[in-house]
């Protein structure tokens, strides 16, 4: 059935761009393979649904945000952090000395500074989730800014219900579909796989060690950081047989949604380990029965049709989750029906 496609802006002025190229390349594909019209710019257009993800940490974003809204612009914020309480990300528990210590301590400014440095010393991975200041400051940005947001876009569905209680009735809240998309749909076949195994993302400790282990049994392992550049991370994915999915510490209940939307786009062969929630994605990865070593040496014993399978996962998302079926709905819902 036609439905009316608004003109898209995707608005590229965030701090930490290196870290959404996914997400305007999903976000372009999605669009563009229902035939919107789909430009990019560092401004907030009038003509056009404005779309910017969230990484405010610095507050000039939201003040132009709420001057574009002004101007008559249409926002759309995709919210990609998890709600806990008055911040963002604090998974945080305490270890078991820290209350007592700090109990112990009567100067304030002391009391303050331990507050800071305690999670570091106690926590057996280090990841940028742990800077309570950072993402204490971003929240209270993206509060500031969701005011003036036309939508809110959630990026983990499993998130739907606290950004709703967060943001009240009178904002509307959209979960985020991950459909098939043009731009990333690669087609790559197995010839020329020379490593055995890629993982991109934040490189905490727990990650590090789970791939010291797969070093230590034999496999050729590729790490890169989140911050490597597109056409690297490519280039890796190309060559590895399996593509990793790793939990950022041994109790991360959550899948990496958009690196799975990424590599399933490809037609690249993942597995992941499990977690406690599941994803609209996961009928379309391998998932680790045991240990993750254990899953890997499994796989590996048919390494030479790893391509072939990655590339029916694929096929089986193209035609399970269309773009043509999930962005008309995304846009009813939102209430952005040209």
């Known amino acids: 059935m036609p439905f009316s496609k608004p003109a898209i802006n995707l608005v590229v002025n965030s701090n930490d761009l290196r870290a959404f190229e996914d997400w ?12 919107g019209d789909v430009s990019l710019d560092n401004r907030f257009r009038t003509d056009r649904v404005n779309v910017v993800w969230e990484c405010f940490n610095k507050r000039a974003i939201c003040q132009e945000i709420q001057s574009a809204a002004k101007r008559g612009c249409k926002i759309v914020i995709i919210a990609t952090e998890y709600v806990t309480g008055n911040t963002f990300n604090d998974f945080y528990r305490p270890a078991f000395f820290e209350r007592p210590l700090l109990r112990m301590v009567r100067c304030k400014q002391v009391r303050s500074v331990l507050k800071r440095i305690l999670p570091r010393l106690s926590r057996p991975y280090v990841v940028r989730g742990t800077d309570a200041d950072y993402f204490s400051k971003r929240f209270r940005n993206f509060l500031e800014a969701a005011e003036a947001a036309h939508c809110i876009w959630v990026a983990e569905p499993l998130e739907m219900a606290n950004y709703r209680r967060l943001l009240g009735q009178g ?24 490593r055995d195994l890629f993982f991109s993302g934040a490189l905490t400790d727990y990650r590090l060690g789970v791939i010291g282990e797969l070093e230590a ?43 799975l939307h990424y590599h399933i786009q490809r037609g ?8 406690k ?17 254990s899953s890997v040496r499994q796989w590996m014993q048919q390494k030479d049709n790893l391509a072939r399978l990655g590339l029916e996962n694929l096929e089986r998302f193209r035609s399970e989750r269309p773009a043509a079926r999930f962005v008309p709905e995304l846009l009813e819902r939102s209430g952005l029906q040209a």
């Open 268 to 275: 690249d062969f993942v597995l992941c380990q499990k977690r």
């Open 171 to 194: 904002k509307r809240v959209v979960e985020f579909p991950y459909c098939s998309s043009e731009t990333l749909n690669g087609g790559r076949v197995g010839s020329g796989k020379t």
């Open 277 to 293: 929630n599941t994803s609209c994605l996961a009928p379309y990865v391998a998932q680790a029965d045991g240990t993750l070593i």
């Open 24 to 35: 305007i390349l999903a976000l372009m594909g999605m669009f563009r393979g229902v035939g």
């Open 217 to 259: 049994a034999g496999y050729s392992v590729a790490k890169l950081p989140v911050s490597t550049p597109h056409s690297l991370r490519d280039h890796f994915a190309d060559v590895s047989r399996i593509i990793l999915d790793i939990r950022k510490q041994p109790d991360w209940a959550y899948m990496s949604n958009l690196r």
